[in-house]
């Protein structure tokens, strides 16, 4: 297995709502990002998470808030978005963080 | 100054040309140097990745870094439509190697 999964591929919330979004790899890697992306813009960091610890956390408000509940999941728990919050949001792992990231293929999240 | 400065395109061209794709950056901390390809509504896909000054070829694709001249360049041989994605550079500093900052991107078309 040699794939980033997330789901959902697709997530529509309201402002109150709260979701989550899920980031699954079997590849071994210890190290696992979220990253966030607006439309025509290049992905920006939001975490960083190294042998299930958190490493980084580049000042992200607190509506979003990441778990890594084992080594081959990564979850990113929502509640409270506004719609500037609507992106795509995307997983990546790493062998270890000196190493090359690979890419899911993201969830798109509209917040109304 | 942005740290990693990349052309938006959009760039066009006939199928089979050569496509050069091009960054300007000025930390000179940056010590890995990475093409990643997205495709539209998709995650970004590692196409290329080094760590050293001079030529990396696979297949189709060469990475070249010049670390004096702060310059890294991606070459497309023979240019498909397939091709048609936005490509975005990449580049990380040692001493924290998973902080990657992104290009804006570049978007390619290749007409058939």
């Known amino acids: 297995d040699t794939e980033v999964t997330q789901t959902p591929k697709h997530l529509v919330m309201g402002m109150t709502n709260k979701k989550s979004l899920k980031c699954e790899q079997h590849?071994?890697?210890?190290?696992m990002y979220w990253y966030k992306q607006k439309a025509k813009k290049p992905p920006e960091l939001m975490f960083v998470y190294s042998y299930e610890k958190l490493s980084i956390n580049e000042s992200v408000p607190s509506r979003f808030s990441p778990e890594c509940p084992n080594s081959s999941l990564l979850n990113l728990h929502l509640h409270a978005l506004q719609p500037e919050d609507s992106a795509l949001y995307l997983c990546?792992?790493?062998?270890?963080?000196?190493?090359?990231?690979?890419f899911g293929p993201g969830t798109r999240l509209l917040v109304l | 100054q942005k740290e990693v400065e990349q052309d938006p395109g959009p760039l066009s061209v006939p199928e089979g040309a050569i496509v050069s794709l091009n960054c300007t950056y000025s930390n000179s901390a940056f010590q890995y140097f990475m093409w990643y390809r997205q495709y539209s509504r998709k995650g970004p896909e590692l196409l290329m990745y080094?760590?050293?000054?001079g030529n990396k070829e696979d297949g189709r694709f060469t990475a070249q870094v010049d670390k004096s001249s702060k310059y890294i360049s991606l070459f497309i041989r023979d240019s498909q439509p397939s091709d048609s994605a936005t490509y975005l550079c990449?580049?990380?500093?040692?001493?924290?190697?998973?902080?990657?900052?992104f290009g804006s991107g570049t978007r390619l078309s290749i007409r058939p």
């Open positions: 990546a792992s790493s062998l270890g963080q000196l190493e090359t990231q690979y």
């Open positions: 990449a580049m990380s500093p040692y001493s924290s190697a998973s902080k990657i900052i």
């Open positions: 080094t760590y050293s000054s």
């Open positions: 590849m071994g890697h210890r190290a």
